[in-house]
């Protein structure tokens, strides 16, 4: 089992930057690629980002493309998604995510309970 705990959200202005983290416990050892879903009021939960245990990254949607970064801390067992010029659109609770790369995006094996990022324009 892999326990995630997302932190770093919040009530932000629009324009403004984010960073948010996912601290990995538990069987970190089985090299997981990890990654990151939204879900805004009223839609389904979407994928973000992900990442290999390598480094290499998996973006989604024009959207978040140039905007955010994620990038993972493998010795310290924490991920992080860097959101830059934020938008009222980016508001949504963030979910990191733990699994398999898939098809161009991440196959969640393991969740966390997510963090609310609300972005007031």
């Known amino acids: 089992q892999v326990q995630l705990v997302e932190s770093g959200g919040g009530l932000v202005q629009a324009g403004t930057s984010l960073r948010l983290s996912c601290a990995a416990s538990g069987r970190t050892g089985s090299r997981n690629a990890m990654g990151w879903f939204r879900q805004a009021p009223g839609k389904e939960r979407e994928f973000v980002a992900a990442i290999s245990w390598s480094g290499g990254t998996i973006y989604d949607t024009d959207s978040v493309k140039g905007r955010f970064t994620i990038s993972r801390d493998n010795a310290e067992n924490t991920l992080y998604l860097q959101i830059n010029s934020l938008r009222p659109e980016d508001t949504a609770v963030y979910y990191c995510?733990?699994?398999?790369?898939?098809?161009?995006?991440?196959?969640?094996?393991?969740w966390g309970q997510g963090t609310q990022v609300t972005v007031s324009s």
């Open positions: 995510a733990a699994g398999t790369l898939q098809n161009g995006a991440l196959r969640g094996d393991y």
